[in-house]
C-alpha cells in the first residue's frame, strides 16, 4: 500500500462510517478472505454482493448472485465477462491462475503454460487434478513442464484459492446500508 495512502486509512474509515458505511478489521486475516466470506455469506443467503476491486482473484467468486464491479472501467465482471476474457468459467479460475500464473500475487505458475494453453488444458479436462493425472500424455512442453511442476501447481492452486467460510462474528444484517 502507498504510503499516502496509508497514512490516509483512518481519515477514510471516519468519513465512511459518517455516512452509514460501516468496516471490519481482523489483523490476523487477509483482507480477500474476509471479503470473500462476506459476498458468499450474503449469496448463500439469496442476496446480491458486489465486490468493487480491480483485482481478478476476486472473479473466481462470481455467480449467479455475486458480481465483480471494476468502478475505473465502469465495468460489471460477471460469469458472461469471465467466460468471454478468460475462456473458463468462475470456478475453474483458481486452476487457471495455478497453471498460467497470477503475476499480481507473485504467482508463477507452470512454466511454459500460458492463459490460452491453461484455458484450453481446462476446457477439455475441467481441473487441475485431471490435468495433472494425465500430464504425461500431453505432448511437448507442456506436458514436460506440467509432470515437472505438478507439486507447484498444487501449491499455488491452494495459495489462490480465496477462504471463503470463514468464521468472523459478524451478523450481516449490521451491515446494511441505511441511505440517510
Given at each position: ?76 465482471m460477471d460469469q ?36 490460452k494453453i491453461a ?62
Amino acid at each position: 500500500m502507498p504510503e499516502a495512502l496509508k497514512l490516509q486509512m483512518n481519515r477514510f474509515k471516519d468519513v465512511f462510517s459518517e455516512i452509514g458505511v460501516r468496516s471490519v478489521c481482523f489483523p490476523t486475516l487477509e483482507a480477500d478472505d474476509i471479503i470473500a466470506t462476506l459476498a458468499c455469506k450474503v449469496a448463500s443467503r439469496s442476496g446480491n454482493a458486489v465486490i468493487l476491486s480491480t483485482d481478478r482473484m476476486f472473479l473466481q467468486l462470481v455467480s449467479d448472485l455475486i458480481v465483480v464491479r471494476d468502478h475505473f472501467q465502469r465495468l460489471d465482471m460477471d460469469q458472461a465477462y469471465v467466460k468471454e476474457k478468460l475462456r473458463v468459467g468462475p470456478d475453474q479460475l483458481v486452476d487457471l491462475f495455478a497453471l498460467a500464473g497470477y503475476a499480481t500475487n507473485n504467482i508463477p505458475g507452470v512454466p511454459t503454460i500460458g492463459p490460452k494453453i491453461a484455458a484450453r488444458l481446462l476446457n477439455e479436462l475441467e481441473n487441475l487434478d485431471n490435468i495433472l493425472s494425465v500430464a504425461y500424455t500431453i505432448k511437448g512442453k507442456p506436458g514436460e513442464m506440467l509432470c515437472k511442476h505438478a507439486e507447484e501447481a498444487r501449491l499455488s492452486q491452494s495459495l489462490v484459492r480465496l477462504k471463503d467460510t470463514l468464521e468472523l462474528g459478524l451478523n450481516l444484517k449490521s451491515f446494511r446500508y441505511m441511505n440517510q
